[in-house]
Each structure stands twice: as C-alpha cells, then as structure tokens.
C-alpha cells in the first residue's frame, strides 16, 4: 500500500554499534524478500535476500531474520560504519514477479 | 560499463510539455520495469515489460506510456507533463523474478 507517514522512520546509531532495521510486510504469499540499500542520488542497491523457506540468512556483516507467522522481516548490521549511512527498503516479491517496496527506513551513523 | 543506464539524469520542464526518459540494460535481463519514487522515498511500480510484452500497468494515468523496443530497452514517454510527475524515476531490470537491479534514476521536475 502507500506510505502514510509525514516522515520517513529514522534511526541513529553510533559507529561500530549494531543496526538493527525493522519492516512489516502485508502479503502473507510472498515467496521471497529483498533489502535494498539507497544513498543520496543513487539507485536501491541489493544488498541480502531471503526465501519464504528460510527464517535466517547471513552475509557480509549483514543478517536478515524472516518472521512469517507476523509478517516481519529484519536487518541487522553488525559495526555499522558511516558508509553504512543510507535509507533502506524492504522489498516483498508478489505472484508473477511484482516487487512490493516498504517504506523504507534512513539509518544516520554518528562517528 | 553500467548495467542499468538511465538518461538524462535531471530533466526540468514546463508543464504541459511532453518528454521521455530512456533506459538500457546490458545484463541480459528478460524483464525490465519503471519505478516511481516521491518526495517521501516511498517507491511504487509503474509499469513492467517482459521480452518487449506489457505484463505490469499499475493504475498509471495514460498520459504515461512505455515502450519497449528490444528485451535490453525500456524507454518512458509523458505527455502532457502535471506538477505532480515530479519524482525521481527508476529504471530496474531482473532475470526469472530473482532481485532487482536499479539505474540510478532521472530526477523530473515540472515546474
């Protein structure tokens, strides 16, 4: 659906602390689910995927934790940095491949 | 070389003008996709095209028309351009319904 706040949802986080980013998505025949990382005047860039089959996939200091009985997604970033200082959209792909964006969160990093 | 490629990246324009925004994509991706971001970072698919065939029209005014010359091309006509198309504007490409890949958009502002 449309975003219905004025503002978009911020966190604040002091370098080399941990992130944690949350998203509610509303389809519960998602099959699979995106994080995306958008910079100033950049694209959404991909950062970790997960399937509906999975409850927890790790990359790169970067986890995702899917919870489908509640229809919740998470990211965490471990020893967030201030490159790390972006918005991020949860994404929830539909039938026939539709790609659903949330509304995404700005995560601010203090040096 | 830049996977997905957007031209122009800034476009300022009267109203009631008609203008097109193009997009390549060199990734061999069977789909491509345009993507509409407002000045609350919210992002809402437009339209999306599979092998040069329309397969996603969201209830986009038909001032708004798409055309795909090949699978590597998604170009986005306006005609009769409103202060509200201002938005940046997103290109995407994927392949089997996997993750999406962005341009880095064309800011529109219609003044």
């Known amino acids: 659906g449309e975003s219905v706040g004025l503002h978009l949802p911020t966190l604040s986080v002091q370098e080399g602390d941990n992130s944690i980013i949350n998203c509610a998505y509303s389809?519960?025949?998602?099959?699979?689910f995106i994080w995306y990382k958008q910079e100033s005047g950049k694209g959404p860039q991909f950062i970790i995927d997960i399937r509906s089959n999975m409850d927890k996939r790790q990359g790169q200091r970067v986890t995702v934790l899917l919870n489908k009985t509640v229809k919740h997604l998470s990211l965490q970033i471990a020893a967030t940095q201030p490159g790390d200082s972006a918005v991020y959209f949860c994404a929830e792909r539909l039938g026939g491949g539709k790609l659903i964006f949330g509304q995404g969160t700005e995560l601010s990093v203090k040096p | 070389d830049t996977a997905v490629s957007q031209t122009p990246k800034y476009l300022v324009t009267q109203m009631g003008n008609d203008k097109s925004i193009k997009c390549e994509q060199n990734l061999g991706h069977d789909t491509m996709y345009w993507y509409k971001q407002d000045s609350k970072k919210f992002l809402k698919i437009m339209f999306s095209y599979n092998n040069k065939e329309l397969i996603i029209n969201e209830t986009v005014p038909n001032r708004f028309s798409p055309k795909s010359p090949d699978k590597a091309h998604l170009n986005l006509h306006i005609n009769s351009l409103e202060l509200g198309d201002s938005a940046v504007y997103f290109c995407a490409s994927s392949q089997g319904g996997g993750g999406y890949t962005f341009g880095s958009g064309t800011r529109l502002t219609v003044v």
């Open positions: 389809n519960s025949a998602s099959d699979y």
